[in-house]
């Protein structure tokens, strides 16, 4: 596996499912994000991972809650989700926090529909 | 708070033409960097061009160009002998230096054969 890899690619769940989204980077960067997009709006940054430490939150609702075990993977466990939460969630890495550092790589995304 | 809009929700070109992407930005940081991502149907997101704000000189990459005018805080992408391939949406993202990127809502490109 090369880049960003993303599981599962798709994704339905009721109302009252646990579930986690799963994000790999094999390029060895330091920083991952989760964005959410939803159609007709800009992407949203939910996450921020530096070093395996969050630094970012943005006001995400707790029924959205993060993991990054190493600089290599992010989770993203849900729970009692809604259907607005519906969206392609997509996974990014970076070399570092800085954008000075260069662009960021984008997964393909987990298209989740909620029930 | 950054800012970036994209005002063409859809562009249409045809094809081995040139079209030209529009972006505006906002922010108050001095040292910043602009981005174009490009995102095919069910594919993903990909870096198109990136430019520093420290340079004057506009970014090149093959058929893709920009025209920066950083006083203005304009950043427009422009497709030179546009091709099929290049039909997807085109998103405009400004990095900070801090964390992530504030992206667009995106420009739907249509290339008509």
């Known amino acids: 596996e090369t880049g960003v890899t993303q599981t599962p690619r798709h994704l339905v769940m009721g109302m009252t499912n646990k579930k986690s989204l799963k994000c790999e980077q094999h390029l060895g960067h330091n920083a991952m994000y989760w964005y959410k997009q939803s159609a007709k709006k800009p992407l949203e940054l939910m996450f921020v991972y530096s070093l395996e430490e969050r630094v970012e939150n943005n006001s995400v609702p707790s029924r959205f809650s993060p993991e990054c075990p190493n600089s290599s993977h992010l989770f993203l466990h849900l729970h009692t989700l809604q259907p607005e939460d519906s969206a392609l969630y997509l996974c990014a890495s970076s070399q570092a926090r800085d954008s000075a550092y260069g662009e960021q790589f984008f997964g393909p995304g987990t298209r989740l529909t909620v029930l | 708070a950054q800012t970036v809009t994209q005002s063409q929700p859809e562009m249409s070109v045809q094809e081995a033409e040139t079209v030209t992407l529009s972006c505006t930005y906002d922010?108050?940081?001095?040292?910043?960097?602009l981005f174009w991502y490009k995102q095919p149907p069910s594919r993903q997101m990909i870096l198109v061009i990136r430019q520093e704000a420290y340079k004057q000189q506009n970014a090149t990459e093959n058929r893709f160009s920009v025209n920066f005018q950083k006083a203005a805080k304009s950043f427009s992408l422009k497709i030179s002998d546009s091709q099929l391939g290049d039909a997807a949406m085109y998103f405009c993202a400004l990095g900070g230096g801090a964390d992530g990127l504030t992206f667009g809502k995106g420009t739907h490109l249509i290339i008509q054969p």
């Open positions: 922010t108050s940081e001095s040292d910043y960097y």
